[in-house]
């Protein structure tokens, strides 16, 4: 039996419709694509590279391995990069860490910080690149260098992690914390990404040949889609408040002065917290070997004076073992200009570049004198001397003998915080403000009389910091100096927090995020039905074009090959078409070897 004519014609045109496939290749975008897979691939020649065809893999399995390895280390990446961005607050504490255990000073925050910004623009760049050659249409092909990179990069990534996350455990609460103000820009910005991968996602979709293929790619796509789309559902922030509920912000205790500007536990740090307005002043004290109060936080003078100069055979002893003459001969400004833990000494003057070489270690009676004078509010750690020391049984009276004695301190502006013999100074003063470091219950802390909480930032909780406050307990946080985080502890309810950053913290208006239930609901809301009907009107449009449905834009017809108003023919393709009468025995079916174009200059023949 004949085909009939209705069938004999569809079968002419679909065969008509592959040839015309294989000669009317677009070339508008040919110098971006060359560009897209020279640097991806080294394939800045045409005849290096390979398009693939609907319904064919993107890439081979080596070429789809290294693609997943891609993903895999751009989302490493990022994690360790967003990790490490949000633990600025600690890097001070981070730097000093390495320089007791290395016994030299090197900014390592900021190494690290560089090297992994730097790690993950370059694997970004690569996915970028890859999306693209996608988009077009192209078959990934990924250099071997940048196959070494990436398993550099990887490899970085998970070593960074895991030492950081057994050195610095803590930073992983304040990467959660950091969720509670950037989870909503994060939302924001995991929905946008979606969305611009909803192009090449779409495209290979319809151009797949396999059901298996298909349905996988596009379920995958779903579900992480929707994952998005739900996850503000789960999200908690105290920053999402109703307006006028926000409090007073938190009060500003100046972390062994203000060290950003001055050297740390100085007359002229004090000074400077001072200055810039902070309420409170915290130190940290220890008793020299004949009874002198006197302003250090380490355990050893190493870190912070010049003793490896002035008695280079004691650099190891502790602080307290020094007599007060020995201590009074000592630089505590000098190693500040050398080091520049903070980055900020460049903003120093002459005058207080000379003001910071004259520093000398303080006396607690000094620092008294200082907040007395300013009316300040001043906490401070007491160190118990050594063993062997004259005063390591006195060391609390001795303190109490300066406060009493000696400074014209009023007591209710000292925040008392050594828990040692808590009763016996409760007695001996009553108006200290009794201040307590452990995370205890209600119970407990009305029992020692305790009225204010000095905790770790990481304990940052709302519920609990009203729950004090029902009770006449104040919350202050240390150490907050990045303004995301005070802006947290705004938004908490937070009293009081100390801070190395007093002059950035105190020009705060506002939090830096903040908004009602309905503005944010309203923001979700809007971020994914705009994302919705983008990505239905990009698959509709790739289910359009596939399907060799014409329409029409600026003129011109567009088919599922696209615009092609120019188009070039590589000499191969066309050499592979075989002259069949079948298809070409109609008047209106010629093929005119005149129409056909030149291929690098030269005629084809046909």
């Not at 995958?220 to 998005?228: Q, S």
């Not at 995301?484 to 309810?493: E, I, K, N």
Request: charged share 15%; net charge neutral.
């Amino acid at each position: 039996m004949g085909r009939s004519p209705v069938s004999l014609s569809r079968l002419k045109l679909g065969k008509l419709k592959v040839v015309r496939r294989q000669l009317l290749q677009r070339y508008e975008h040919q110098p971006f694509v060359s560009c897209l897979a020279g640097l991806y691939g080294c394939q800045w020649r045409r005849y290096q590279r390979a398009k693939a065809q609907p319904g064919e893999c993107c890439c081979s399995r080596l070429e789809c391995g290294s693609f997943a390895l891609l993903i895999v280390t751009f989302f490493l990446t990022l994690i360790f990069l967003y990790f490490w961005s949000e633990a600025q607050n600690d890097y001070n504490d981070f730097d000093w860490f390495n320089f007791g255990n290395l016994g030299f000073w090197f900014p390592w925050s900021v190494v690290l910080l560089v090297v992994a910004a730097t790690l993950f623009t370059y694997i970004a760049l690569l996915l970028v690149l890859a999306v693209c050659l996608l988009s077009e249409g192209q078959r990934l092909y990924l250099h071997w260098s940048h196959k070494i990179g990436i398993l550099v990069t990887l490899a970085f990534s998970i070593s960074a992690t895991a030492v950081l996350s057994d050195l610095w455990s803590k930073e992983w609460t304040t990467l959660l914390l950091s969720f509670q103000i950037t989870a909503p820009f994060l939302h924001l910005g995991g929905v946008s990404l979606m969305t611009l991968l909803s192009w090449p996602i779409a495209l290979h979709f319809f151009r797949m040949n396999k059901r298996v293929r298909q349905v996988a790619i596009l379920s995958l796509y779903l579900a992480v889609l929707f994952a998005l789309y739900l996850v503000p559902l789960g999200m908690y922030s105290p920053c999402i408040k109703e307006e006028g509920t926000l409090g007073p912000a938190p009060t500003l205790i100046g972390h062994r002065g203000a060290p950003m500007l001055a050297p740390e536990n100085t007359q002229m740090s004090f000074e400077k917290a001072v200055e810039v307005g902070g309420e409170g002043l915290e130190t940290d004290v220890t008793i020299s070997y004949d009874g002198v109060p006197f302003l250090m936080h380490d355990s050893t003078l190493r870190r912070t004076t010049n003793v490896y100069e002035v008695f280079p055979n004691r650099t190891d002893d502790p602080a307290a073992m020094f007599t007060w003459p020995e201590l009074e001969m000592l630089s505590a400004g000098s190693w500040f200009l050398r080091r520049d833990p903070f980055s900020t000494a460049s903003s120093l003057d002459l005058d207080e570049r000379d003001q910071v070489q004259n520093q000398t270690v303080p006396t607690l009676k000094e620092f008294l004198n200082l907040a007395a004078q300013h009316e300040r509010l001043v906490i401070f750690d007491l160190r118990r001397p050594p063993r062997g020391h004259p005063y390591r049984d006195t060391w609390i009276t001795r303190t109490l003998e300066v406060i009493h004695n000696e400074s014209v301190i009023n007591s209710s502006q000292v925040l008392w915080l050594p828990a040692d013999q808590r009763s016996v100074v409760q007695e001996l003063d009553p108006e200290l403000q009794q201040t307590s470091g452990d995370h205890a219950s209600i119970e407990e802390l009305q029992e020692e009389h305790i009225v204010r909480l000095n905790l770790h930032y990481s304990y940052m909780s709302q519920d609990q910091i009203r729950k004090y406050a029902s009770v006449n307990i104040s919350t202050n946080l240390y150490v907050i100096s990045q303004p995301w985080l005070y802006s947290l502890a705004w938004c908490a309810g937070v009293h009081s927090v100390t801070t190395n950053a007093l002059h950035i913290l105190k020009k705060l208006q506002r939090p830096l995020f903040l908004m009602t239930p309905d503005e944010y609901s309203l923001m979700w809301i809007l971020t994914d039905i705009v994302s919705a009907f983008f990505i239905t009107a990009v698959f509709i449009f790739h289910w359009w074009r596939e399907r060799g449905l014409p329409f029409w834009s600026d003129s011109r017809q567009v088919n599922e090959n696209g615009p092609y108003s120019k188009f070039r023919t590589e000499r191969s393709e066309v050499q592979g078409i075989r002259w069949n009468p079948l298809f070409f025995d109609g008047p209106s079916l010629s093929l005119d070897p005149v129409h056909v174009p030149p291929v690098h200059g030269f005629p084809v023949p046909i």
